[in-house]
């Protein structure tokens, strides 16, 4: 196989490392330069192949800087690989300023196939997979953590979140209190290794599991929330909102029957909520 000159984008194994492509060892091996997350921890992964290309690190704080130097390898006729830490590179980890510059600059970019955690947890975790949103790492802080979730308690797609053992527990309890005990929950950990658990409850329930023993909350996880499915009674948010705007210029029953006709739904309903509400 020959490489052409591009930046490869080379998913790496997110615990078995059976889970390696052939194609993706072969860039490895072909390629001038891999840029690593982390050269050490790569370096173990490398040298498990018998893959002596250098490596150079590129990771959050050095991308912007490094990726000069890397399309200047480009220029010069090399090839490039990107590899993070496990998994497939810019998915929650760094590599999305290099692929830009690099686009920029008029290389290509060549994306293999491998493994990722998010859409190996979602393909055995029974929750809807024909629509989903990947959301990444919530906020370490809990206003902010709280605040995202109350943004996406009415998503009606599966949501997708990657957790540390540290604050799992502080952010299924804020699940909790935001999207409501019975929202079902999947909690994927160690996936493709020997500890490997995938466990679904709703989420009070998830949480209590947690507790019972700490070595629940170990390893790397994938924490996957059930679609929000609104009461058929339930009034859209939207129409509520602009209900309420309404009431501001507008009689309630004016306001109601305007909503109902922007947003398509009853306008008793809307009357009365307003009138429960105080509008």
């Known amino acids: 196989m020959s490489t052409d000159v591009a930046l490869y984008i080379v998913p790496t194994p997110i615990g078995n490392l059976g889970d390696i492509t052939q194609r993706a060892l072969e860039v490895l091996e072909q ?24 490596t150079m690190a ?23 690989a990107l590899i993070s830490d496990a998994g497939t590179p810019l998915i929650s980890d760094p590599g999305y300023h290099l692929v830009t510059q690099v686009r920029e600059a008029g290389y290509k970019v060549i994306p293999l196939p491998g493994p990722c955690a998010a859409t190996t947890a979602l393909c055995a975790a029974g929750l809807p997979s024909d629509r989903f949103a990947f959301e990444g790492f919530l906020p370490a802080k809990s206003k902010a953590k709280r605040d995202t979730l109350e943004a996406l308690c009415q998503e009606p797609r599966t949501l997708i979140f990657y957790e540390s053992p540290r604050r799992v527990l502080d952010t299924i309890e804020q699940m909790v209190a935001v999207l409501g005990p019975d929202r079902p929950l999947v909690l994927a950990r ?19 599991w947690l507790q019972q023993d700490e070595n629940r909350t170990r390893g790397e996880m994938v924490l996957m929330v059930a679609p929000f499915k609104a009461a058929e009674d339930a009034l859209p948010a939207e129409a509520l909102r602009t209900t309420e705007l309404l009431c501001q210029e507008l009689p309630l029953k004016k306001a109601a029957a305007l909503a109902a006709q922007i947003h398509n739904v009853k306008k008793n309903a809307l009357y009365k909520h ?3 509400a105080g509008w």
């Open 190 to 208: 160690e996936l493709t290794k020997s500890f490997e658990t995938i466990h679904g409850a709703p989420a009070e329930e998830l949480l209590t």
């Open 274 to 276: 307003g009138l429960a």
């Open 31 to 54: 390629v001038a330069l891999i840029a690593c997350e982390d050269t050490r921890h790569s370096g173990k992964l490398l040298s498990h192949f018998g893959i002596n290309t250098r």
């Open 58 to 80: 590129l990771h959050d704080h050095n991308e912007r800087q490094r990726a000069a130097s890397l399309i200047q390898k480009l220029a010069a006729g090399d090839s490039v």
